[in-house]
């Protein structure tokens, strides 16, 4: 009888450092080609002739950009008014509004009673003279500092047609019932000169 042994081991390669460095060898190709992409991009978009934007030049820019396409660019200064409470509420806000390079923005920073977020919400709604037509501007978020703020906007081209002649905020305090509507809690009005 012939017995051959075979002995348990077999032979074993060290895969330990072979597959780090391989790795590593990976990752440094992904990091020089995503730089080399980054390189790329940013020498095709140069133009040569770019300088800083300063703060300042904003509205120049804007209205020099629309000049060039032929369309005029209209820039309200921001205006801002205070809010005061309805039915003998205490309650204050501060709402702006501003129409710059093509965005209408409304912001407001109101201070009104806790709630439970839950199943209540903070509502604006932007009225127009008459009170015959009005639009919602968004739910109140509650801030940290204990603040409700709200912030608005849209650009010129998906604005109403008739944006400009609305001039009054209405703040409602609405049950999260699916009611569209405003509810008569009123809790806040103000209304923007023209």
Not at 88 to 97: C, F
């Amino acid at each position: 009888m012939n017995h051959t042994y075979h002995s348990g081991h077999s032979r074993r390669t060290q895969r330990g450092p072979s597959m780090i460095a391989s790795a590593l060898k990976i990752f440094v190709l992904l990091v020089v080609v995503v730089g080399a992409f980054i390189l790329l991009v940013k020498w095709f978009r140069h133009d040569g002739n770019e300088k800083p934007i300063k703060t300042d030049d904003m509205p120049a820019i804007a209205t020099a950009a629309a000049a060039g396409a032929g369309d005029s660019v209209v820039t309200d200064a921001p205006q801002t008014v205070q809010l005061t409470g309805v039915n003998q509420n205490s309650s204050t806000a501060t709402a702006t509004k501003a129409h710059e390079l093509g965005v209408y923005t409304l912001t407001m920073l109101a201070h009104l009673p806790v709630i439970d977020n839950a199943t209540e919400a903070y509502e604006a709604w932007y009225i127009k003279p008459g009170l015959t037509d009005f639009f919602s501007l968004g739910e109140f978020y509650p801030r940290e500092d204990g603040a409700w703020g709200l912030v608005w906007s849209v650009t010129d081209a998906l604005a109403r047609p008739d944006l400009g002649e609305f001039d009054k905020i209405l703040v409602t305090r609405e049950a999260r019932d699916g009611n569209a509507a405003p509810s008569s809690n009123q809790q806040l009005q103000g209304t923007f000169t023209k």
